[in-house]
C-alpha cells in the first residue's frame, strides 16, 4: 500500500500543510501529482482517495490545502476564509517548488490536478509555469462572469453589489471582513453556493470525513469569484498535455460552458464524460471514471512517456 506523511511547509509568510504519499511501486525520485480542492473545501473531502489511486499507480502525490483553509495557515494580513484566485494559483506554484525541493521527487516530471474552483486554478497554473508537465482538471469552472449570474438571481444583483461596496468600506476602516455562508439549506437564502446538490454534498461530507471544514467564506471571495476568467488561459495551456473531466449535467458550474470552454483548448487534450451533477465525480460511479482517467493521463504523460 502506498505510505503517507504528514507534511508542511512556509512561504509568504503562510505554513502549509498537507500529505505526501509515496508510491508502492517504482524508485525514487518519483513523477508526482500535486493536488488541490476546490471552493472551501479541504484535503478530506477526498482528495486522499484520488491520491491513493495515483499512488497505486506508482505516482507520488502532494496533497494540501489552501491557506487560510483546513490546516493551513492565511497569509500574514490576509483573512483566514478569504478565496482569492490568484494567492491560490501562487501557492499552487509554491507547492510545486516544495514538491521539487524533495530528494525523493522527480522535479521533470510534475502533474497538476484540481477540481472545480481547483481546477480554474490548475488550468491557469499550467498555462503560465511550464514546470507542469501534465494538468487534470475535473469538473471546473471555467467562467466566474457568466457562472455568478447563474449563481445570483438577477432581482438580487444590484443588493450584492451594494453589499461589496458596504464591505469594501468598512474594511478601509479597518472592521472585520463580512461573511456570507458557502451552503445553506434553503436555495434562496443568501451563500456562495446556493444549490441544493452543494448543500447535501458539503454537509454530508464534513460531517463524515472533515470537521475542520468551515461553512463561511469571506464576502470578498465572491466578488473574486465574479472576475475569475480561467477560460481566458485555457488555450495557453499547450503544450502541456490537458484532460478535461466534465459532468454535462452540472448544474453549479454549468457542465455546458465546460464543454466551449475545452473547444478553445489546443492539443494535446482529451475530454471525459462523468455522469450525473458537480459532485458525482468524487464518489461511485463517477469517481470510477474521473481518478481512473486522471490516473491513466498522468501515468501516460509522466511515467510512460515523460515530456522533457
Known amino acids: 500500500m502506498p505510505t503517507r506523511a504528514d507534511v508542511e511547509y512556509t512561504v509568504e509568510g503562510a505554513t502549509i500543510r498537507g500529505w505526501f504519499y509515496t508510491p508502492e511501486t517504482g524508485n525514487a525520485p518519483y513523477a508526482t501529482v500535486v493536488l488541490q480542492h476546490g471552493f472551501s473545501a479541504v484535503k478530506e473531502m477526498h482528495l486522499d482517495d484520488y491520491a491513493e489511486v495515483f499512488a497505486a499507480a506508482g505516482l507520488a502525490c502532494l496533497v494540501y490545502d489552501h491557506p ?108 472585520t471582513p463580512a461573511m456570507v455562508p458557502v451552503v445553506d439549506d434553503d436555495p434562496m437564502a443568501p451563500s456562495a453556493l446556493p444549490t441544493h446538490d452543494s448543500y447535501e454534498w458539503f454537509t454530508a461530507t464534513a460531517d463524515k470525513r472533515a470537521p475542520n471544514w468551515r461553512n463561511e467564506v469571506t464576502l470578498r471571495s465572491l466578488e473574486y469569484f465574479r472576475g475569475y476568467e480561467p477560460i481566458d488561459y485555457i488555450p495557453k495551456i499547450s503544450p502541456t498535455p490537458l484532460l478535461m473531466v466534465v459532468a454535462p449535467g452540472d448544474r453549479l458550474v454549468d457542465g455546458g460552458l465546460s464543454l466551449r470552454a475545452y473547444q478553445a483548448a489546443v492539443e494535446p487534450k482529451k475530454l471525459v464524460r462523468v455522469d450525473g451533477g458537480h459532485f458525482d465525480a468524487y464518489t461511485g460511479a463517477g469517481f470510477e471514471v474521473s481518478s481512473g482517467a486522471a490516473r491513466d493521463w498522468f501515468v501516460e504523460h509522466l511515467i510512460d512517456r515523460p515530456a522533457g
Open 68 to 175: 487560510g483553509f483546513g490546516d493551513s495557515e492565511p497569509v500574514p494580513g490576509t483573512p483566514r476564509l478569504e478565496i482569492d484566485p490568484w494567492q491560490q494559483i501562487r501557492f499552487v506554484s509554491h507547492a510545486i517548488t516544495y514538491a521539487q525541493s524533495r530528494d525523493d521527487v522527480d522535479s521533470r516530471r510534475i502533474g497538476l490536478w484540481g477540481s472545480s474552483y481547483g481546477a480554474a486554478n490548475a488550468y491557469v497554473t499550467a498555462a503560465i509555469d511550464r514546470r507542469v508537465k501534465a494538468i487534470v482538471g475535473q469538473v471546473p469552472l471555467v467562467t466566474g462572469s457568466l457562472s455568478f449570474t447563474q449563481l445570483v438571481r438577477i432581482d438580487q444583483w444590484a443588493s450584492t453589489e451594494e453589499m461589496f461596496a458596504a464591505d469594501r468600506l468598512a474594511r478601509l476602516r479597518g472592521e
